[in-house]
C-alpha cells in the first residue's frame, strides 16, 4: 500500500508518532525519527520469501542481516516505547548519576520499596508451596532446609532459596521497580540481600502459621499469618544494615508512603491482551505461574491435565538446553506488538525480542534494535552506544540552533585553530581521573543502551539493542573500556540539525598540521564517516530494497489530496481502512504433526515448525498463480496456515505413577510404578534414545495415555485459535478453519471429529478461562489427511467413514442428511464433523492406508485410482503415454493435470462441463449384478463425505523405468510439505466455491467404466 493512500494523521497508522516532552533547556531540540530493525533472514513483510533453517549451533553465530520494520509497524513499535518511558524512573537514574551518596529521602522510598517487594514475594511463594504440599521444617538459621542455590547475575554469594522461581521473581521485580544504575548504585538493592530478607520472611510466615494453627482462632491466625507493612520494613532495615530509621512494627500502612506513579508497586500486572498467548514471553512475572506452552492459566488448572502441565514445565528447561533465552522469557512485565504483514510475529518491549506468536520459537528469536543515528550512505544504524554517545554531544552542542551555525562561520573565519574548538570528542579521555568514579567504578554515559533503562529512564533519545543471553547484567550500563569502544578516539563535528561527521585522529582538525575538515565540509566535500539523525526511508529503499523504491514510485494515488483532506477532517484514512480490508484472512488452516517431535528437540532440522513454514510460503505462492486466482471463491482473502505442536505438551516419563523412585524406602510400591528408564538397557543408547522419541508414539497412543495425547492436540489446537481470533477481529463469526493433520495426528483427528459437536455455536466465547480440552472449539470445514493410518485404525475399532447426522454443508440434499441408512450419530467412530476429507497417500508412504473402502468396499472397488492432479506432467512423459495407449488400442486417457503450465491444456483443474454427457445405459449383466441400492446410498454417502465423491487421492511420484520404489519409501512419509501438486489442491480445494455442483473436473470420482459420478 502506498503511503499517497493513508492521511498521515491521526487515526492513521502511518501518522507521525507525537513527539514527548523535552527535559528542561531541550524544549526547541528536533524530535527523532527513530527505526527499529530486526535480525532474521527471513523478512516478516514478505510472504514469499523463502524459508531458512538455521542450525542451533549456528544460531547466535551468523551474522543475521538486519531489516527495518514497516512504517506501521515502526509507528506502533515507537508509541509503545515512548509510552515505557517514567518520570520517577528517570529522576531517580540522574540522581543516581551523581558522584555523591544518595540523600536519606531516597534511601527510605527504596528501603520502602525493597519492603513492598520482599512482603509481595514472601505471600507468594508461601502460597505456591502451601498448594505444592506441606512445607519443610526450618532450619536452624531461620531458613528452609530443601533449598537450592541461587546466584546473582554478578556471580557473587550464594543465597539459599526456596525454589528457582524466587530467584527470578526477585530478579524480574528489582528490574522493574528499578533500572541497572540505580541497582548498580545502591547497596539496599543487591539481589542477594533480598533474596535473604524473602527466606527469612517466608520462614517467619510458617513459624507464625503453625503456632496460629495450634492456638490461635481464625480470627488471630489471619492477623498472624499476614505480617503488617511496618514489621516487614524494620525487618528489612536490619537484614540490609540500612542507616535509614524504621517506623514502629505496628506503624501506618507501607502503601500511604510509597510514591503515586511511576514506580508505584501496587499497579496490578497487565492482562493477557491474547496477542501472544503468553505461552513464550513471560509478561507477568510475578502474578501467574510459568507455563512453556500457555494453553492453561491460574484460572484452568484444575481443568488441564497435570501431565500437560508438567510437559510445559518441562518446555522451559529444554529450551534452556537448546540455547534458548528461556531465563529472559520470564523476567519482564513487557509491552508486546504484533509485527508483520500477516501479524505471525511479537516484539516485546523494552527487550528488544522479536517472538513467533502462534508456536513456540525455533531458533527464530530475533534481536530488535531501536536506532537513532544512521550512516547517511547506507541507512545502516549506528551502533547504539556510538549513537548515544552522538546524541550526547549533539544535546551539549545544541548544532539545530542559530548560535551553532554562527559557531561555525566564526571557525571558518578563525582558521585550523578555530576549527578544533568546535570539534567534539566522541568518548571521553581515557584517564584515570576521568575514568573512574569515587566508588572506582567506570563513569556512566549520558544515555543508557541497556534497554530496560533506554525505555524508562529517558524520552525517547536512547538507542538500544535487545540480546539473546539471558540476562542483561547491571554492569552493561557502564561505559565500555577503551579497547571495546568503537571509534575510541574518533571526533565529531556536527554540521547541522541532521547530520555529522565521524573522523579518525588523522582526519580531525588541527592547526599544527593545517587540517581543516570543516572547510570541506562546508563545501559539500565528504570527510571522514557521515551520519545522520533519523532514518530516511526512500534513501534504504535506493540502496537496500531496489524493488519496493520502484514499486512505491509507480504507485499512483488512488484519491486525490482533496479527498484525503476530506477524510482526515472525518477521522478516517482510506489506505488504513484498505489495508484492513486486505488483511482480513478468511480461512485458517492448523497442521497437526505425527510421531516423531521428540526428535525435534535433540535435532532442529525435524521440526515440524520448518515445514508449516514453507508450506505457508508455498501457499502464498500458489495464491498468486492466475490458474488458482480463476478458481478461488468470490471473497476469497488468503490463507493461513500455522502448526499445532501438541507432542512437547505430553511428557510420557511423568504420568502420575509413583513408587520406582520413592524417596521414602518405606513408601508403597506401585506394581505399575515404572517408567521407560527402569526397563531400558544400557546398550546402543543412541538408537534406542531414537527409538524411543519417533517410534513409541504409536503404541503410547494405543494405551492407557491416549487421552492425554488427545487432550494435547485439542488443548494447543484451541489455543493457537483463540490466539487468531484475539488478534484478527470478526474471524470467529466469518472465517472458516481446516485441519491438515499428518501420520498418527490423522488418527488423533478422527478421534476427536468422532466426538465433536455436529455444529459448533459461534461467535466463540474467549471470555472463557481456558480452551476445551475435549473438542475443537471450531468447526471443521475440510480435513485432509497426509500419510494417514486412519484407516488401520478404522479396522482395528471396527468403524468406518459415515456423515454426520443433520449436518447440512453447501450442496447437501437436506433429506440425506437425516436418512437412517446414510448417516451416523455423534459419538460413532468414523462419524465425523466436517463437510469434505481429502485422504493424500504418497504411492510407497508405507504407513498410508485408503479410506474409501471404510464407505462401501463393493463402492471403493467401482471406481478408477484418482490422483491429484499434477502441475509438472513432463512433455515426453506425455507422448509416451498416448503413444503405448494407440498401440496397444486402449483409449487416450483425459488429461490428469494442469499440463497448461507447460504443454497449454487449462481444463485439468476446470469446472464440469455445462453440457450433460449422453448416458450409458446399463447392460443385462450389470443389471443382473449389481445391487443398485447399496450402490445408491453407498454414493449419498460418499458425495456427503467430500463433494467430489471419493475420499482418496494419491500422489504422482517420478515414474519411468529407474523408479525405485523401495528407495522412494524412505522419504515418502515426509514428501507432503514439498509437494507443489498438494499444494495446488489445498489451494483450490479451500479456496473453491463449496457445494458438489462447484467441484472441479479433476478431481471428481470417475468409475471404471470412465462415467463420472455427479456429472450435470
Known amino acids: 500500500m502506498a503511503a499517497s493512500h493513508h492521511t498521515l494523521q491521526p487515526p492513521c497508522r502511518l501518522a507521525p508518532v507525537p513527539a514527548p516532552p523535552s527535559v528542561k533547556g531541550l524544549e526547541d531540540i528536533p524530535p527523532i525519527r527513530a527505526q527499529f530493525f530486526y535480525a532474521s533472514h527471513i523478512p516478516i513483510d514478505d510472504p514469499l520469501a523463502p524459508a531458512t533453517i538455521v542450525a542451533s549451533s549456528d544460531a547466535r553465530q551468523a551474522k543475521l542481516p538486519l531489516r527495518p520494520f514497516s512504517p506501521a509497524d515502526n509507528a ?67 531458613l528452609s532446609s530443601g533449598l537450592t542455590t541461587a546466584k546473582t547475575p554478578r556471580e557473587t554469594a550464594s543465597v539459599p532459596v526456596c525454589c528457582s522461581e524466587l530467584e527470578l521473581d526477585a ?91 511511576g514506580l508505584g508497586l501496587t499497579r496490578p500486572p497487565p492482562l493477557d491482551d491474547g496477542i501472544s498467548g503468553k505461552p513464550f514471553v513471560r509478561v507477568e512475572p510475578s502474578s501467574r505461574s510459568n507455563r512453556s506452552s500457555g494453553v492453561a492459566t491460574p484460572d484452568d488448572k484444575d481443568r488441564t491435565p497435570r501431565s500437560i502441565l508438567r510437559g510445559r514445565a518441562r518446555g522451559d528447561s529444554q529450551a534452556s538446553k537448546r540455547g534458548r533465552p528461556a531465563l529472559q522469557d520470564r523476567l519482564e512485565d513487557s509491552v508486546e506488538v504484533p509485527v508483520g504483514i500477516s501479524r505471525l510475529h511479537m516484539v516485546s518491549l523494552p527487550v528488544l525480542q522479536m517472538k513467533p506468536i502462534y508456536w513456540s520459537p525455533v531458533n527464530d528469536i530475533a534481536t530488535v534494535l531501536r536506532a537513532t543515528w544512521f550512516y547517511r550512505d547506507t541507512m545502516v544504524p549506528v551502533e547504539p552506544s556510538v549513537a548515544n554517545q552522538l546524541e ?123 587540517r581543516r575538515p570543516l572547510s570541506k565540509i562546508m563545501k559539500g566535500i565528504t570527510v571522514g564517516l557521515p551520519v545522520v539523525r533519523g532514518f530516511d526511508r526512500a534513501a534504504w529503499e535506493r540502496v537496500h530494497d531496489k524493488r519496493a523504491a520502484a514499486r512505491n514510485q509507480a504507485a499512483a494515488p488512488m484519491v486525490s489530496p482533496a479527498e484525503l483532506r476530506q477524510t482526515a477532517e472525518q477521522g478516517v484514512c482510506p489506505g488504513c481502512e484498505l489495508d484492513k480490508d486486505r488483511g482480513q484472512v478468511t480461512d485458517l488452516v492448523l497442521v497437526a504433526h505425527g510421531i516423531g517431535q521428540k526428535l525435534s528437540e535433540r535435532v532442529e532440522s525435524f521440526h515440524f515448525t520448518h515445514a508449516v513454514n514453507g508450506l505457508r510460503r508455498a501457499v502464498n505462492i500458489e495464491l498468486e498463480s492466475p490458474t488458482v486466482k480463476s478458481v478461488l471463491r468470490p471473497g476469497q482473502n488468503g490463507i493461513m496456515v500455522l502448526p499445532v505442536n ?52 504409536i503404541p503410547f497412543y494405543m494405551s492407557h495415555l491416549k487421552p492425554k495425547m488427545i487432550a494435547a492436540l485439542v488443548s494447543e489446537a484451541n489455543r493457537v485459535y483463540r490466539l487468531w481470533c484475539r488478534n484478527n477481529p470478526g474471524f470467529a463469526e466469518k472465517g472458516r478453519v481446516h485441519l491438515i493433520a499428518h501420520s498418527l495426528g490423522s488418527a488423533m483427528a ?50 468406518g467413514l459415515v456423515p454426520r447426522r443433520g449436518r447440512l454443508k453447501p450442496g447437501a440434499d437436506a433429506a440425506d442428511t437425516v436418512a437412517k441408512d446414510v448417516v451416523g450419530d455423534v459419538g460413532m467412530f468414523g462419524c465425523l464433523a466436517v463437510d469434505n476429507i481429502y485422504n493424500i497417500l504418497a504411492k510407497e508412504d508405507p504407513i498410508a492406508y485408503l479410506l474409501n473402502g471404510t464407505i462401501d468396499p463393493l463402492y471403493a472397488a467401482s471406481l478408477r485410482t484418482a490422483y491429484v492432479p499434477s502441475i509438472n506432467t513432463s512433455f515426453f512423459k506425455s507422448v509416451s503415454d498416448t503413444v503405448m495407449r494407440g498401440l496397444t488400442g486402449a483409449p487416450v486417457a483425459e488429461p490428469a493435470g494442469p499440463a497448461a503450465l507447460t504443454s497449454g491444456d487449462e481444463d485439468a483443474y476446470s469446472h464440469p462441463p455445462n453440457k450433460k454427457p449422453l448416458a450409458r445405459l446399463p447392460s443385462q449383466l450389470e443389471l443382473e449384478v449389481h445391487d443398485f441400492t447399496r450402490e445408491e446410498i453407498a454414493e449419498k454417502k460418499a458425495f456427503l463425505l467430500n463433494d467430489n465423491g471419493q475420499i482418496d487421492y494419491f500422489l504422482r511420484s517420478g515414474g519411468g523405468p529407474l523408479e525405485i520404489q523401495y528407495l522412494n519409501m524412505l522419504s515418502a512419509h515426509t514428501s507432503y510439505w514439498t509437494n507443489q501438486d498438494l499444494v495446488r489442491m489445498l489451494c483450490l480445494e479451500i479456496g473453491r466455491v463449496p457445494g458438489r455442483q462447484h467441484a472441479l473436473a479433476s478431481m471428481r470420482a470417475v468409475k471404471k467404466g470412465k462415467r463420472r459420478f455427479g456429472d450435470v
Open 392 to 514: 550526547a554531544g549533539y544535546r551539549e552542542l545544541r548544532p539545530w540552533t542559530e548560535t551553532w551555525s554562527d559557531e561555525l562561520k566564526s571557525a571558518l573565519d578563525v582558521g585550523a585553530l578555530g576549527e578544533e574548538k568546535i570539534s567534539h570528542r566522541l568518548w571521553p579521555e581515557d584517564t584515570d581521573k576521568t575514568f573512574k568514579t569515587k566508588d572506582g567504578l567506570p563513569p556512566e554515559p549520558l544515555l543508557s543502551s541497556d534497554p530496560f533503562c533506554a525505555a524508562r529512564c529517558f524520552r525517547g533519545e536512547a538507542a538500544a539493542e535487545g540480546s539473546l543471553e539471558p540476562v542483561h547484567s547491571e554492569l552493561d550500563t557502564a561505559l565500555p573500556p577503551p579497547e571495546a569502544r568503537t571509534y575510541a578516539k574518533a571526533h565529531v563535528i556536527y554540521k547541522d540539525a541532521t547530520t555529522a561527521f565521524l573522523l579518525k585522529p588523522s582526519q580531525k582538525p588541527s592547526a599544527y598540521y593545517g
Open 171 to 261: 530478579s524480574a521485580e528489582l528490574r522493574r521497580e528499578f533500572c541497572a544504575l540505580t541497582r548498580r548504585k545502591l547497596p539496599a538493592l543487591d539481589q542477594d540481600r533480598v533474596l535473604e530478607a524473602v527466606m527469612g520472611q517466608l520462614a517467619r510466615l510458617r513459624m507464625e502459621a503453625e503456632t496460629a494453627a495450634r492456638s490461635a482462632t481464625p480470627s488471630e491466625m489471619a492477623g498472624l499469618v499476614a505480617p503488617t507493612p511496618g514489621r516487614a520494613l524494620a525487618q528489612l532495615g536490619t537484614s540490609l544494615g540500612s542507616r535509614v530509621p524504621t517506623p514502629p512494627v505496628d506503624g501506618p500502612p507501607l502503601a500511604s508512603s510509597l510514591p503515586t506513579g
Open 646 to 697: 501438541w507432542r512437547h505438551l505430553v511428557n510420557f516419563e511423568d504420568d502420575g505413577s509413583s513408587g520406582a523412585h520413592d524417596e521414602d524406602p518405606k513408601a508403597t510400591y506401585a506394581p505399575d510404578g515404572f517408567t521407560l528408564k527402569d526397563i531400558e538397557p544400557p546398550t546402543i543408547p543412541a538408537i534406542r534414545s531414537m527409538i524411543s522419541d519417533v517410534m513409541f508414539d
Open 76 to 142: 506502533a513499535l515507537e508509541r509503545a516505547w515512548l509510552s515505557l518511558s517514567s518520570d520517577r524512573a528517570r529522576y531517580n537514574h540522574d540522581y543516581a548519576r551523581r558522584p555523591s551518596s544518595p540523600s536519606p529521602a531516597l534511601e527510605r522510598e527504596v528501603v520502602e520499596k525493597v519492603a513492598a517487594i520482599v512482603t509481595s514475594l514472601a505471600a507468594k511463594h508461601k502460597e505456591k508451596h502451601d498448594r505444592e504440599g506441606p512445607a519443610p521444617p526450618p532450619a536452624p538459621d531461620g
Open 750 to 799: 478422527i478421534e476427536v471429529l468422532s466426538k465433536q459437536p455436529t455444529r459448533v455455536p459461534r461467535p466463540l466465547d474467549l471470555s472463557t478461562p481456558a480452551p476445551d480440552t475435549r473438542f475443537f472449539e471450531f468447526d471443521v470445514t475440510n480435513l485432509f489427511l497426509l500419510g494417514s493410518p486412519a484407516g488401520f485404525f478404522l479396522l482395528l475399532e471396527r468403524g
